[in-house]
């Protein structure tokens, strides 16, 4: 990031009312790793739904409902920074993804999968849930795939229905679209819904597979 003082109060009297917040929240984003190292890393990259529209949002492959959008914490809140804002302070995505990855993998340590088994005790899928609007980070998390890898193979599926909530199924012989009540249930339940649509996740990287649709 570049700009000094006289930079930052030009940049302020540049923004509007609406954008003052957000202008604060993003010189604290980039201030508070200076001032204290271990200060918690501001900067999240989540999975949104793409009906937002996000000032700023990447598009996945394929994917018809679901974007990557950067946020900024404040508290349990998301403020979505504005083009302009990155581009006054040179900050560009490959340094938020970066940080974002960082309070991802923070993010995925602190939740514990929940297995759902069959009668059989075959896992069918795994839950992860948190009080916090956190799961729509972690699951981007560079070593998300490691959770799993023992328990439901090198490739699964995902579906993140809202911010606080993930299902992870195996890729192999998986059954997941029978499990479209529970999804769209989640999809609905909070005022912070993501998607219903499907991703499969491996070494290869993420890539869009389905999306739940009504029987």
């Not at 929240?25 to 949104?48: G, K, Q």
């Not at 508290?75 to 900050?91: A, M, N, R, T």
């Not at 297995?115 to 005790?121: G, L, P």
């Not at 795994?126 to 981007?140: F, G, H, N, T, Y």
């Amino acid at each position: 990031m570049r700009g000094g003082p006289l930079d930052v109060g030009r940049w302020v009297l540049d923004v509007g009312c609406s954008q003052l917040l957000v202008a604060v929240l993003f010189l604290m984003a980039f201030t508070c790793r200076t001032i204290a190292d271990d200060s918690p890393e501001p900067w999240r990259v989540i999975l949104e739904s793409k009906s937002m529209h996000r000032p700023i949002a990447w598009e996945i492959p394929g994917a018809q409902r679901t974007v990557i959008a950067p946020v900024i914490t404040d508290g349990g809140e998301y403020v979505y920074p504005s083009q302009k804002i990155l581009d006054q302070f040179h900050v560009d995505r490959a340094e938020i993804e970066r940080r974002g990855a960082a309070a991802a993998a923070a993010d995925l340590a602190t939740l514990k999968p929940r297995y759902e088994r069959n009668a059989k005790q075959v896992i069918q899928y795994a839950e992860l849930k948190s009080d916090r609007p956190i799961v729509c980070s972690a699951v981007l998390a560079p070593k998300f795939l490691e959770m799993f890898r023992d328990t439901l193979g090198d490739k699964v599926l995902l579906v993140v229905p809202n911010r606080f909530t993930a299902y992870v199924f195996p890729a192999l012989a998986s059954n997941y679209q029978d499990y479209y009540p529970m999804v769209l249930d989640a999809f609905k339940a909070t005022a912070w819904p993501v998607s219903v649509e499907v991703f499969e996740l491996g070494p290869e990287g993420m890539r869009t597979v389905g999306l739940y649709q009504s029987p």
